[in-house]
C-alpha cells in the first residue's frame, strides 16, 4: 500500500508581497470592487508539502495518572534553494519565516496535528544539502504564557469553572474552540492570586474532578469529565487476522501504577482524606499517593475521591503501553480508520505471544499519538491506559457488565 497523501500547510501573510489572492489597485483583474475572488489581505494556509523530507508528531501522555503534555511537531524542509532561509529576501515567503505562524499538517485527509511554529533552525553542508526545520506546539504553549489576574470563584461544576477561566479577557479562547463537559465534581468558591500561571490552574481544575484535559488534533481545547464512560464498539488491533495488524508492542506490568495509600486534600476544606486499600497493603507494601490543594468543596466528594483512586490503582497493572503500526502496509479503509483516532478513544488488543494460546485481550483507552512520515513510510504509535477499572456504562457489551469490576458511581 501507499503512504497515506500528506499535506503540510503554513499560514503567511503575504499581503506586502503581492503573493496569493489578494486585491491590488488599478489591476484590471485583481482590481475590480466586489470580486470574491482577491482578498484585501491576511493570512492564508500555504501548501508548502513539496518541500517537506520528514515529518514527526508527538501527542498525549505516558500513563493515567499523568497530565497531558503540549503537542509538538517537528517538520523537515529542503532548503537549498533557501526558501525557508528568513534572510533571504528573494524569498517567495521572506518576512514570514518567522516564529508563531500557523501550521496544519494532515494525512490522508485527515488532520493531525494544528499549532504554532516556535522555532525556525537551520542547518548547511559544504556539499549543499540545506535543511529547515520548523519546530512547533499546539495551544498547550499558548495557556503555559499567560497568566490570570486576581480573582474570587463562585461555587462551580468543574466544567464551568474551566469555561470561566478560558473566558477571562486575558485568556479570552473563542468558542468554537471548546469541547468541554459540564463536569460532575462541584469546585468551591476560590480565590485566584494574580500572576497564577493559566495553564497551571486549569490543570488543577482537571485534577480536582479527576477528568481529561487536552488540545484536539484539530487545535481545540477539549475537556472530558469523570462521568465519559468508554465504548468497546471502537477499533481491534490484533495479531492472528481478527482486527488490524500491528508492529512491535510493549507491555509493562509491575508497580508503576501501583497505589494503595491514598491521601487527598482540598484547599477549600479544614480536613483531608485518608483511604488504605489494606489487602493491597498487604500483598506490596505501601505505595502511597498524595493529591494535595484540590478545589473540591465537601469533606463528602473528597471521600470519594480518595476511595475512587484507591479501588482503581489498588493492585499491579498488566499493561498493553504501546504499539506501532507502518500505516503504509495497511489497507486504504484501515488508514481511514486509524488516522481518525484522537486522545480518549477506546480500542480492543488482542495478543497472542509467539502465537502460543490462549491470546491476551484488553481495553484499552488511547492517550498518547505519535507519527513519523518520511517519503516511503508513516508510522503511528498509540500508547494506551488499560481499562480493567472503569466507571459503568449501562447498555455496552463489556462494560456495562456488574460482575467485570466496573465501578457503579462516582
Excluded at 496569493?20 to 500555504?46: A, I, Q, S
Excluded at 499493561?319 to 503500526?325: A, H
Aim: charged share 20%.
Amino acid at each position: 500500500m501507499a503512504v497515506p497523501t500528506p499535506l503540510v500547510e503554513l499560514g503567511f501573510d503575504l499581503t506586502e508581497t503581492g503573493t496569493g489572492p489578494f486585491f491590488r489597485l488599478d489591476d484590471p483583474v485583481r482590481g475590480v470592487l466586489d470580486n470574491e475572488d482577491w482578498l484585501l489581505g491576511g493570512t492564508l494556509f500555504y501548501d508548502v508539502t513539496d518541500y517537506v523530507r520528514t515529518i514527526a508528531i508527538k501527542r498525549g501522555k505516558n500513563q493515567a495518572l499523568n497530565q497531558y503534555e503540549a503537542g509538538l511537531a517537528n517538520i523537515v524542509f529542503n532548503n537549498n534553494d533557501r526558501t525557508f532561509d528568513p534572510v533571504y529576501e528573494d524569498s517567495v515567503y521572506y518576512t514570514q519565516i518567522i516564529p508563531k505562524r500557523q501550521v496544519r499538517i494532515s494525512s490522508g485527509g485527515e488532520l493531525q496535528f494544528y499549532g504554532l511554529v516556535d522555532d525556525w533552525n537551520l542547518s548547511y553542508t559544504p556539499d549543499g544539502d540545506s535543511l529547515a526545520s520548523a519546530a512547533c506546539s499546539d495551544a498547550f504553549t499558548s495557556l503555559a504564557t499567560q497568566n490570570l489576574s486576581e480573582r474570587t470563584n463562585s461555587v462551580q461544576q468543574s466544567g464551568d469553572r474551566l469555561n470561566t477561566i478560558l473566558s477571562l479577557p486575558e485568556i479570552d479562547w473563542p468558542l468554537e474552540e471548546r469541547d468541554i463537559e459540564t463536569g460532575a465534581m462541584e469546585l468551591g468558591a476560590d480565590t485566584i492570586a494574580a500572576g497564577t500561571n493559566a495553564l497551571d490552574y486549569i490543570r488543577l481544575i482537571s485534577r480536582s474532578e479527576p477528568g481529561s484535559f487536552f488540545i484536539s488534533k484539530e487545535g481545540v481545547i477539549v475537556y472530558r469529565d469523570r462521568r465519559t464512560g468508554p465504548s468497546s464498539e471502537g477499533l481491534t488491533f490484533a495479531n492472528d487476522g481478527s482486527g488490524i495488524p500491528f508492529n512491535n508492542l510493549q507491555v509493562e506490568y509491575g508497580s508503576e501504577l501501583l497505589y494503595n495509600e491514598i491521601v487527598v486534600t482540598s484547599a477549600l476544606l479544614e480536613t483531608g482524606f485518608q483511604a488504605n486499600a489494606t489487602a493491597s497493603i498487604n500483598d506490596y507494601g505501601v505505595f502511597n499517593l498524595t493529591r494535595e490543594g484540590l478545589l473540591i468543596n465537601s469533606d463528602a466528594d473528597l471521600e470519594a475521591y480518595g476511595r475512587f483512586l484507591a479501588s482503581k490503582f489498588a493492585e499491579p497493572e498488566y499493561r498493553f503501553k504501546s504499539l506501532q503500526i507502518v500505516l503504509d502496509q495497511r489497507t486504504p479503509s484501515q488508514q481511514t480508520d486509524l488516522l481518525g483516532l484522537e486522545m480518549g478513544d477506546v480500542v480492543q488488543i488482542k495478543f497472542t505471544p509467539n502465537n502460543i494460546a490462549p491470546a491476551i485481550e484488553k481495553y484499552a483507552e488511547i492517550i498518547a499519538i505519535d507519527n513519523t512520515v518520511d517519503s516511503t513510510n508513516h508510522v503511528m504509535t498509540l500508547g494506551f491506559a488499560t481499562l480493567d477499572f472503569s466507571l459503568l456504562v449501562l447498555d455496552d457489551a463489556v462494560f456495562g457488565k456488574l460482575d467485570n469490576g466496573h465501578a457503579l458511581a462516582f
